[in-house]
């Protein structure tokens, strides 16, 4: 680029130059030379002087003119108000004010001041009439007054607000001269539109020479050879450092493929530990399913990177892996890569939200995702939005400690918060608010109170399963077989939950008489019979009752 700006002009210094870049390697003695011969370039307070001059920026003629013209224009309104005496108006507008008032106070009658004229209805429309006149000539009169100051201040600060600079020639003698005229203001007003009128076209005539003549001064001086100088005098620095430029290129290229293959090992072995955890909770979430998670690592550089990990089906990785997955799998493996990056130690997060988990997933992942969430929750909060009632009904069934509120849209999109209940409790409280109402009749609630009461105690006896069995580590649809066979039956719910065997049902009602009391077997046989309508007794007793057995049996 160098030499191309050098080759069109037309000065010895520049073909020269242009000589010493054209070999393979520059000859910067040459160069250095030729930098070095003398350039008239003036002094450094001539050349600022010049670019001052060359920038002067004055207000704008048309604004002036527009301001002497609004000032003459002004100054002629209010010189119309003083003639028409102005402060007489003002004088009887309060006369005439003071005369309404008296009207207000007395009422008609003859005029205090003269006593011949007459003050009632038709002289007070006058006088109304007559005020508002003189008080908007007042008003006028004062608006005008008050255009003319502020007009002229401004006037006087715009010509203030110009400076120039010092400096020798005639041009520029020539405009401090004028604009020493210009500053001379008058103090009247009208003199001061006429003033202005007259003397700024001079000033900006005057500054029109003066800028021409520094933009031509710097035209002459700022030559293509010295632009093209200063470029060339950068370059030759630059150019000197190339050798060692070049040798330090070739380490830093060695040192950053170093550095690539180090971070990348490092990156890895901090990935290691995620990738053991996200196999952790694979291992817990996949249940029957066949495919495997591998190790993971980190592929790709800059804003192109991706972690990928191996995922296998019956052991075989042909890359097919993910395409045969079930939504509930992928949802599965989404949890598991996700979850050990959001529960780092360094991460200064101590919670993890998680949205809807248990979309697609069967039964046993959700068991299995509710024992991963447990143990995440023994280190950080855990926060799980869904809309799936299974996730929730797995934390009561595993006993997993935990908090459960439900959201409520009513109308309007009202929204409101309360406990999750469990089951047990929810139909418990049911019952209570049926037993105590008095807008039932008794021959309903009867058999209504006695429904809920025997739901509340299967579904205890069913808690009560699925925490005895899952404890022994039996497979859950063997659980959900024995539930099935037990149905709506009470009584086999009881014998699954108190013997663990659904065939001793005969049993029920003597276990429960001689491990807690007869009242309470007395409420058994209501839960059976009352739905029926073959039980009458005290409702609210009922429901206190069944709500101990299902204390006790928790």
Same mark, same amino acid.
């Given at each position: ?197 007259? #003397? ?343 429901? #206190? ?10």
């Amino acid at each position: 680029m160098l030499r191309v700006a050098l080759d069109p002009i037309d000065d010895d210094r520049a073909r020269r130059a242009a000589h010493a870049l054209a070999s393979a390697s520059p000859e910067h003695d040459l160069i250095d030379a030729v930098l070095a011969e003398p350039v008239d370039a003036g002094t450094d307070e001539t050349l600022t002087l010049h670019h001052r001059l060359a920038d002067l920026s004055l207000p704008e003629p048309a604004a002036i003119a527009r301001l002497a013209e609004g000032l003459a224009a002004a100054v002629e309104e209010s010189r119309g108000y003083e003639e028409r005496q102005a402060k007489a108006s003002v004088r009887t507008a309060e006369l005439l004010r003071l005369a309404v008032d008296h009207h207000e106070e007395t009422g008609d009658g003859p005029c205090p001041v003269c006593h011949t004229g007459t003050l009632d209805g038709a002289w007070r429309q006058e006088a109304d009439q007559a005020f508002r006149e003189l008080r908007e000539l007042s008003l006028s009169a004062s608006r005008a007054s008050s255009q003319v100051t502020e007009l002229a201040r401004r006037a006087r600060q715009m010509i203030a607000e110009i400076e120039l600079p010092q400096g020798e020639g005639v041009a520029l003698a020539q405009l401090h001269d004028a604009l020493a005229d210009l500053l001379a203001v008058p103090g009247a007003p009208g003199e001061l539109a006429a003033h202005l009128a007259a #003397r700024y076209p001079l000033v900006t005539h005057a500054a029109e020479l003066v800028c021409d003549e520094s933009r031509a001064y710097l035209r002459e001086r700022d030559t293509v050879w010295q632009t093209v100088a200063v470029e060339l005098r950068s370059w030759s620095v630059d150019a000197r450092r190339v050798p060692t430029l070049k040798a330090e290129q070739a380490r830093l290229k060695a040192a950053r493929q170093w550095l690539r293959n180090a971070a990348e090992d490092i990156r890895n072995a901090r990935l290691a530990p995620f990738a053991a955890h996200s196999q952790g909770i694979w291992s817990q979430l996949r249940q029957e399913s066949n495919v495997e998670l591998g190790t993971m690592t980190l592929q790709g550089a800059n804003t192109r990177r991706k972690v990928e990990f191996e995922v296998s089906v019956d052991g075989v990785d042909n890359g097919t892996a993910l395409g045969v997955m079930s939504q509930g799998e992928l949802q599965a493996l989404g949890l598991a890569t996700f979850l050990p990056r959001s529960c780092t130690a360094e991460s200064p997060f101590r919670f993890v939200v998680v949205d809807d988990p248990v979309q697609s997933m069967d039964p046993s992942k959700v068991d299995a995702l509710a024992k991963v969430l447990a143990d995440l929750a023994d280190e950080r909060q855990v926060v799980v939005f869904t809309h799936d009632s299974r996730l929730p009904d797995a934390v009561r069934r595993l006993e997993i400690d935990a908090q459960i509120l439900e959201v409520v849209r009513a109308e309007r999109s009202v929204v409101t918060i309360r406990p999750g209940l469990d089951p047990v409790t929810r139909y418990l409280d049911d019952a209570g608010a049926v037993a105590l109402s008095r807008d039932i009749p008794e021959e309903v609630r009867a058999p209504v109170v006695a429904e809920l009461c025997r739901s509340a105690l299967e579904a205890a006896c069913h808690r009560v399963v699925w925490r005895v069995r899952t404890a022994k580590g039996e497979c859950r649809l063997d659980i959900e077989t024995d539930l099935q066979k037990a149905g709506k039956n009470i009584t086999l719910a009881f014998a699954l939950a108190l013997f663990d065997d659904v065939n001793r049902g005969g049993d029920v009602l003597s276990r429960i008489n001689s491990a807690y009391g007869r009242r309470a077997g007395d409420a058994y046989q209501a839960c059976r019979r009352g739905v029926h309508g073959q039980w009458h007794g005290d409702l609210p007793d009922l429901v #206190r009752q069944v709500r101990q057995i299902a204390e006790v049996l928790k």
